[in-house]
T-cell receptor, first 112, second 111 residues
Framework: QKEVEQDPGPLSVPEGAIVSLNCTYS??????FMWYRQYSRKGPELLMY????GNKEDGRFTAQVDKSSKYISLFIRDSQPSDSATYLC????????????FGKGTLLTVNP | AAGVIQSPRHLIKEKRETATLKCYPI?????VYWYQQGPGQDPQFLIS???????DKGSIPDRFSAQQFSDYHSELNMSSLELGDSALYFC??????????FGEGSWLTVV
């Protein structure tokens, strides 16, 4: 079992929909949580970074962390065709260890 | 804002050849990471450097080596290339591991 499990999708939604992307993890030592967006054959782009349980909002994106349940989510409001990409959750232990452990990624398609 | 710069963006090598990838981190970032991403896979951590010293090692084959130079750029050297080494190789950088930013990647094809 991978340390980080991510709903594989693929996910297809109409433009304007609210999208929910989720990851669970098994290692309670993970302290820092990130969401990356990756377009085909491009580098992962950092979208959100959080380190505490609760919600963090940035524009149309909201990252949610529940450390007690070892569960993180990314919500995208008013989704746009340009949001079509693979979304990767990632996490690190912190301290002196910032190696990222990724989920498998969810391929999202937003249809106009 | 300056980003992580990787070169070359694409390269094609034959089996058993050697390839070198270069990475220029974001200015003032002190940590460099290398990741390998196979088709349809998530990025896998290879190795990292903090202030020019190796700080962590992941699933990097013995045929691969890396180093970080005095100007903070890093190089990943891959020898005796195999077909299975074909992948997208990412370099990333951070300032004391806070938030990690990736380059656009170098696409290696081994034929």
């Amino acid at each position: 079992q991978k340390e980080v499990e991510q709903d594989p999708g693929p996910l297809s939604v109409p433009e304007g929909a609210i999208v929910s992307l989720n990851c669970t993890y098994s290692n309670s030592a993970f302290q820092y949580f990130m969401w990356y967006r990756q377009y085909s054959r491009k580098g992962p782009e950092l979208l959100m970074y959080t380190y505490s349980s609760g919600n963090k909002e940035d524009g149309r994106f909201t990252a949610q962390v529940d450390k007690s349940s070892k569960y993180i989510s990314l919500f995208i409001r008013d989704s746009q065709p340009s949001d079509s990409a693979t979304y990767l959750c990632a996490m690190t232990l912190g301290g002196s260890n910032y190696k990222l452990t990724f989920g498998k990624g969810t391929l999202l398609t937003v249809n106009p | 804002a300056a980003g992580v710069i990787q070169s070359p963006r694409h390269l094609i090598k034959e089996k058993r050849e050697t390839a070198t990838l270069k990475c220029y981190p974001i200015p003032r970032h002190d940590t460099v990471y290398w990741y390998q991403q196979g088709p349809g896979q998530d990025p896998q951590f290879l190795i990292s450097f903090y202030e020019k010293m190796q700080s962590d090692k992941g699933s990097i084959p013995d045929r691969f080596s890396a180093q970080q130079f005095s100007d903070y750029h890093s190089e990943l050297n891959m020898s005796s290339l195999e077909l299975g080494d074909s992948a997208l190789y990412f370099c990333a950088s951070s300032l004391t591991g806070n938030t990690i930013y990736f380059g656009e990647g170098s696409w290696l094809t081994v034929v």
